[in-house]
């Protein structure tokens, strides 16, 4: 928008620049030329500008975009995991191997939000002091609470 502007701009300093050439005394003319170069010049500092700003930005989005891809790799080498609870968590795939085949006392994966791994960030889920005795984890990025355990069975007795 603005490089429409400046084009239109500079457009009308040569149409400006054409009509001095046609009337006016020398030292008038020289005058508003020096005056048409200025703001040429002014123009031209603004455009570059604006193309420096513009080539930042555009810095910016490929590191995005490289960020996004990378992650998509990584993003094969976890799975989804379902907590004893029914809650789904996110661990690293050859964890989730070894847990299956050594058992799940043996080996203490890091569990991974998967609320958050589905908007790209990686956060560790962490045990939440006040929940003992029940296993409860925390995230942090997100404040979810999730539990480890079955909740316990309510029986109603019915007379």
């Known amino acids: 928008m603005a490089t429409l502007e400046s084009v239109q701009s500079a457009l009308n300093i040569a149409n400006t620049l054409m009509e001095l050439c046609?009337?006016?005394?020398?030292?008038?003319?020289?005058?508003?030329?020096?005056?048409?170069?200025?703001?040429?010049k002014d123009k031209s500092l603004d455009l570059q500008?604006?193309?420096?700003?513009?080539?930042?930005?555009?810095?910016?989005?490929?590191?995005q975009l490289r960020e996004y891809?990378?992650?998509?790799?990584?993003?094969?080498?976890?799975?989804d995991h379902a907590f004893p609870s029914g809650a789904w968590v996110v661990?690293?795939?050859?964890?989730?191997?070894?847990?299956r085949s050594a058992g799940d006392s043996v080996l203490q994966p890091k569990y991974f939000c998967q609320a958050c791994?589905?908007?790209?960030k990686r956060s560790i889920l962490q045990p939440e002091a006040k929940s003992q005795p029940r296993k409860v984890f925390m995230c942090h990025l997100c404040n979810?609470?999730?539990?480890?355990?079955?909740p316990p069975r309510m029986t109603v007795e019915i007379y």
Do not use: C, N
């Open 117 to 120: 791994f589905e908007r790209r």
């Open 144 to 150: 979810l609470s999730i539990p480890y355990d079955q």
């Open 49 to 63: 500008q604006e193309r420096q700003a513009l080539e930042h930005k555009v810095m910016e989005l490929e590191d």
């Open 22 to 40: 046609k009337t006016g005394s020398p030292a008038a003319r020289v005058a508003e030329l020096r005056e048409a170069l200025l703001d040429v």
């Open 69 to 79: 891809e990378r992650f998509d790799l990584e993003q094969a080498d976890y799975e």
């Open 91 to 99: 661990i690293e795939k050859p964890i989730a191997q070894r847990m």
